[in-house]
């Protein structure tokens, strides 16, 4: 059981005991610790489930005397206890589980008259034992993962029970067809903390293909503002099996275009080729266990890493063909060498020798520095000039693997692409012009540390310093609360604050000066 504080939080007067030895000592343990935190000693016993999973039986019920359950949903991949990605059915449960959960939510159903559809919740330990959370009285976000793997239209029946009208469907009808699976993209930073994102998606397309539907409410130049939850679309993938619904998955984050504002499709990305996720060993806490240090940029293998520098010299040969040299080289197949780098200071440059097949196909060779072959490959590339989506197929690197890229911007030199869902900044150049780029310092940014400015517009609602308050690196500063959620904003070196410049309940506009610093 979890012994916790009644009137507290953040762990303190809280622990697990195993036994009831453990519970009598705990007890007094977290006693003390409550009154001494929170001048309360009231005390909550509760079950404790390890490894937990969050998983949903949705059912639908009218006026006469039907009310009937569908396969479970899992949710228990979750960030600030919101579901970042579901999937129907859970990998956890098997027949006998599935019936005895959807009966017993029947049967809660049943129990208070209940009419129209509702999602049962409840968390689940790894020996399949359940336990309810929850009853949600409304059709849920991830409704659309049942319906692609029941053929059930869950709307359509809300309709029928709503107009007073019998179901169109009984028990007996529901039936798993494959998998389906639903990644929720939202407009927010995964590398930073999931903070929420705002702007005008200057560029937008969706993914299509077989078993590919995208829930959104959104076009291009739609407008993602402070007053709404940031979801940007409901991304949902269905298969025969898990692994083909996930296949289908990751091709579709990787070609889904999306400009304008920051979002988290290179965490989606991650996640679902990830050796853990897809054997299904999945809880609650997935991933902060997976990114206790907050997610980061996805790694790549050094095989990846060539492709994604290879894939870039060949479209800056490509578009440099196309735009500067004369009419009568502009047909002539690419025969050149090129040099790519991740690094501002150019230290990791991988050399490659091109040479073009035919309108598709590229041989490409990385070299050495005494001109040798290191590594090679044979790059099939399906692209339109400027479009932000690259389909590749690579023979060597390594493996042979099929990908899909995006291009964002270009200065001609450095190509902003995206590659497994996360941006990276590739250098891309001439062997001419390498040569001349090593006498060109690396750019400086600078950065302003002497002021907090408002990442949006939003609400204030803490402020945890004032002048002359002494902060480190990482201390909270002040809460923003925007797209209904609460903000904790950071300091982001040492200093002292010489002002504050707002004060709880304040409005703030973007940009707006918060607090400054001496």
Same mark, same amino acid.
């Given at each position: 059981?979890?012994?916790?504080?009644?009137?507290?939080?953040?762990?303190?007067?809280?622990?697990?005991?195993?036994?009831?030895?453990?519970?009598?000592?705990?007890?007094?343990? #977290?006693?003390?610790?409550?009154?001494?935190?929170?001048?309360?000693?009231?005390?909550?016993?509760?079950?404790?489930?390890?490894?937990?999973?969050?998983?949903?039986?949705?059912?639908?019920?009218?006026?006469?005397?039907?009310?009937?359950?569908?396969?479970?949903?899992? #949710?228990?991949?979750?960030?600030?206890?919101?579901?970042?990605?579901?999937?129907?059915?859970? #990998?956890?449960?098997?027949?006998?589980?599935?019936?005895?959960?959807?009966?017993?939510?029947?049967?809660?159903?049943?129990?208070?008259?209940?009419?129209?559809?509702? %999602?049962?919740?409840?968390?689940?330990?790894?020996?399949?034992?359940?336990?309810?959370?929850?009853?949600?009285?409304?059709?849920?976000?991830?409704?659309?993962?049942?319906?692609?793997?029941?053929?059930?239209?869950?709307?359509?029946?809300?309709?029928?029970?709503?107009?007073?009208?019998?179901?169109?469907?009984?028990?007996?009808?529901?039936?798993?067809?494959?998998?389906?699976?639903?990644?929720?993209?939202?407009?927010?930073?995964?590398?930073?903390?999931?903070?929420?994102?705002?702007?005008?998606?200057?560029?937008?397309?969706?993914?299509?293909?077989?078993?590919?539907?995208?829930?959104?409410?959104?076009?291009?130049?739609?407008?993602?503002?402070?007053?709404?939850?940031?979801?940007?679309?409901?991304?949902?993938?269905?298969?025969?099996?898990?692994?083909?619904?996930?296949?289908? !998955?990751?091709?579709?984050?990787?070609?889904?275009?999306?400009?304008?504002?920051?979002?988290?499709?290179?965490?989606?990305?991650?996640?679902?080729?990830?050796?853990?996720?897809?054997?299904?060993?999945?809880?609650?806490?997935?991933?902060?266990?997976?990114?206790?240090?907050?997610?980061?940029?996805?790694?790549?293998?050094?095989?990846?890493?060539?492709?994604?520098?290879?894939?870039?010299?060949?479209?800056?040969?490509?578009?440099?063909?196309?735009? &500067?040299?004369?009419?009568?080289?502009?047909?002539?197949?690419?025969?050149?060498? !090129?040099?790519?780098?991740?690094?501002?200071?150019?230290?990791?440059?991988?050399?490659?020798?091109?040479?073009?097949?035919?309108?598709?196909?590229?041989?490409?060779?990385?070299?050495?520095?005494?001109?040798?072959?290191?590594?090679?490959?044979?790059?099939?590339? #399906?692209?339109?000039?400027?479009?932000?989506?690259?389909?590749?197929?690579?023979?060597?690197?390594?493996?042979?693997?099929?990908?899909?890229?995006?291009?964002?911007? %270009?200065?001609?030199?450095?190509?902003? !692409?995206? &590659?497994?869902?996360?941006?990276?900044?590739?250098?891309?150049?001439?062997?001419?012009?390498?040569?001349?780029?090593?006498?060109?310092?690396?750019?400086?940014?600078?950065?302003?540390?002497?002021?907090?400015?408002?990442?949006?517009?939003?609400?204030?609602?803490?402020?945890?310093?004032?002048?002359?308050?002494?902060?480190?690196?990482?201390?909270?500063?002040?809460?923003?609360?925007?797209?209904? !959620?609460?903000?904790?904003?950071?300091?982001? $070196?040492?200093?002292?604050?010489?002002?504050?410049? $707002?004060?709880?309940?304040?409005?703030?506009?973007?940009?707006?000066?918060?607090?400054?610093?001496?």
């Amino acid at each position: 059981v979890m012994v916790k504080a009644s009137g507290g939080g953040g762990g303190k007067g809280m622990r697990v005991a195993y036994n009831d030895k453990e519970c009598v000592e705990f007890h007094d343990l #977290c006693k003390g610790e409550a009154l001494a935190a929170f001048n309360n000693d009231k005390m909550l016993v509760e079950k404790f489930i390890e490894n937990p999973r969050h998983i949903e039986i949705q059912i639908i019920a009218d006026r006469h005397g039907n009310t009937i359950y569908l396969p479970e949903r899992e #949710c228990s991949i979750q960030r600030r206890n919101q579901k970042v990605l579901e999937e129907a059915p859970s #990998c956890l449960i098997d027949p006998e589980t599935r019936k005895r959960m959807g009966e017993e939510a029947a049967a809660m159903a049943r129990a208070v008259n209940y009419v129209t559809a509702g %999602t049962v919740e409840m968390v689940v330990n790894p020996q399949k034992e359940f336990f309810f959370l929850e009853m949600n009285t409304r059709l849920q976000v991830e409704h659309p993962i049942t319906e692609l793997i029941t053929g059930v239209d869950l709307v359509e029946q809300m309709i029928l029970a709503s107009a007073n009208l019998p179901l169109s469907i009984k028990q007996n009808d529901i039936k798993i067809n494959g998998w389906a699976t639903e990644a929720r993209v939202y407009a927010e930073d995964p590398m930073k903390k999931y903070f929420p994102s705002i702007g005008r998606l200057s560029s937008y397309e969706e993914p299509t293909g077989e078993g590919v539907r995208v829930d959104s409410g959104i076009i291009e130049g739609s407008q993602i503002s402070v007053y709404y939850d940031p979801l940007i679309s409901k991304l949902c993938t269905w298969g025969p099996d898990r692994n083909t619904s996930l296949d289908r !998955m990751r091709l579709a984050l990787d070609q889904y275009v999306i400009r304008g504002l920051t979002h988290n499709v290179c965490l989606l990305r991650d996640v679902i080729t990830q050796e853990r996720y897809i054997k299904g060993d999945l809880t609650t806490n997935y991933l902060a266990e997976t990114y206790p240090d907050g997610f980061k940029k996805a790694p790549m293998t050094e095989g990846q890493t060539k492709r994604l520098l290879s894939t870039t010299c060949i479209m800056h040969a490509l578009r440099s063909q196309a735009s &500067y040299l004369k009419e009568g080289a502009k047909n002539k197949p690419l025969n050149l060498t !090129m040099v790519g780098s991740l690094s501002v200071d150019r230290t990791d440059e991988t050399i490659f020798s091109i040479k073009q097949v035919n309108d598709y196909t590229f041989d490409v060779a990385e070299l050495k520095e005494d001109g040798s072959v290191a590594d090679k490959a044979t790059i099939q590339m #399906c692209w339109k000039l400027d479009h932000p989506v690259i389909s590749i197929a690579v023979e060597g690197f390594g493996s042979e693997k099929s990908d899909v890229l995006q291009l964002f911007n %270009t200065n001609e030199l450095i190509y902003d !692409m995206q &590659y497994h869902g996360t941006v990276f900044a590739v250098n891309a150049m001439t062997i001419e012009q390498a040569r001349v780029a090593k006498f060109i310092p690396a750019p400086v940014t600078a950065v302003n540390m002497k002021q907090l400015l408002s990442p949006m517009p939003g609400v204030i609602i803490e402020v945890s310093v004032k002048a002359g308050d002494v902060v480190v690196v990482g201390q909270d500063l002040l809460t923003l609360e925007a797209m209904k !959620m609460r903000n904790k904003l950071h300091a982001e $070196v040492d200093g002292t604050v010489k002002s504050v410049s $707002v004060k709880v309940g304040d409005n703030v506009e973007d940009s707006a000066l918060l607090i400054e610093f001496e």
